[in-house]
């Protein structure tokens, strides 16, 4: 194994009670070592022991490790300090230097410093992050949700985005069955907050070609046209006649008995023209 020994570099004062640099992890009995950076390394070696001794080490093999071995077969030094900026790419270099990766000799997961690239976690692991992660609320101030909020304005990673045949028909299989939304009602409360949002807003005239586009060719069923009228209509299929005796043009206006019956005027004219469905 290549030999490095611990720099000191002039950018930092290794006196100070905060360093920020490079460290190593060295198991004794089988030499072999992990890489890692910290802002603050006494702050990272002490968190370190707290997560061996609890046995919740992310590292499972360091965790096996110590296990076997224990407290006094590890040794904890660093290699360089460096300011802070700099962690990442010095880190990286005693990773590959060093061959921290290679388990023979190290005990490094990722291949690259500072993230999870290259690592492939076992269905056990899977399995385990699954379960920590179930049921746990949104733990988040209302500062930091506004705050990714602004950081995500403007995002567009998926915009234009066109799923294969194959995905579709994935996606499309592991939603069978699921009814996510299925008897949900909403709040008063919300409801007056979705109406408010919607006020005002205008849509642009490529929003609604695009709409008419999506909708051009489509024919609903006689089934689903019954179901719409039920849903969406506030008259009663017996007032349809007493509707159209109350119409007469240039006296009594189609949004005068819309008002009377709380429904909109185009609703009043289908059912004058005959076109309203009748149950």
Known sequence: MPTVQPIVSNEREPKRRRQSGIYKILCKPTGKIY?????????????????????????????????????????????????????????????????????????????????????????KARENMSAAGKGKLCTLSPLQIEELRERMKGNSFRLGIKHTLETRKRLKKSREGKTPALGMRHTEEVKKKMSESRKGRTLTKEHRKKIALAHTGKKQTRAHRINLAIVQSKIKPDQFEKIKAEYIPGVVTLSEIAARYGCCTQSICNIINGKRMVI
Do not use: M
Request: hydrophobic fraction near 40%; proline fraction near 1%; aromatic fraction near 14%.
């Open 35 to 123: 890489i890692g950076s910290a802002v603050w390394l006494a702050k990272r070696k002490r968190h370190h022991r707290e997560a061996f001794l609890a046995g919740t080490h992310y590292n499972s093999y360091l965790q096996k490790a110590w296990n076997k071995y224990g407290a006094d077969a590890f040794e904890f030094s660093v290699l360089e300090y460096c300011e802070k900026e700099k962690l990442i790419d010095r880190e990286q270099y005693f990773i590959d230097t060093l061959n921290a990766t290679d388990h023979r000799l190290g005990f490094n997961l990722q291949p690259k410093a500072g993230s999870n690239l290259g690592i492939v976690f076992g269905i």
